[in-house]
């Protein structure tokens, strides 16, 4: 009679892999491609802090738009509340303003400089601010929790949609040593913000007469 080999018997049972849903491998690589694919070149440092150009001045102010929409979700505090009582509308505010002050050092103050903690600083928090902002208020209009007007909740739908495609594209651009266009896309992504206030303000003071239906009726 045949034994089994020593070895084979105290062998540990082999571990089996973990596969990943095709769903989660793509978010998984949207949301590497979206906040971890730039580029910063120390030779573009100067052209980005000190330059002179339009772009360059947008560009550096571009990130100060968070401070604008956390602003404006403290100041319509009680009205956002009125409106969807369990999302904490004036803490997400506040953590907007301070998001505003660490994107404005991640990406012009230590601009071409990847040793800084800005950066890692402002992946985090970026990411953060996204998930929340993102797919969990997308989940709580899904389920009924909140309820927008359809005109309105398209908007912000598009809005959000090309906003993504400027932060990405901005990724490709950084990536291919195109100064210009980086510039060019990532204040657009910044602009995002702006938009949101003006929804947030328009959902908030009943400016979009439409009739609200629940998501999850349609």
Known sequence: MLLPRRDTLDAPPSPRKMTRSPLVTAAARL???LFY????RPEDRDAVVKGGTLLARCYRA???AYALLGSTMVALGPRLRARDPG???EV???ALVV???VSYLSDVRAFGDASSPWHATDRVFASILMLLCGPIL???LAMGVVVIPPTLRNAWALAVTLGLTCKALSGRASRKAQLDAYLLWHTLWHFLPVLSSVFLVAWAMDWEAEEAIPLAQY
């Open 62 to 64: 571009s990130p100060w």
């Open 138 to 140: 997308a989940l709580r």
């Open 37 to 40: 694919g730039h580029v910063h």
């Open 87 to 89: 999302y904490a509308w």
């Open 92 to 94: 997400l505010g506040m």
């Open 31 to 33: 949301w590497s491609t």
């Open 99 to 101: 998001e505003s002050a």
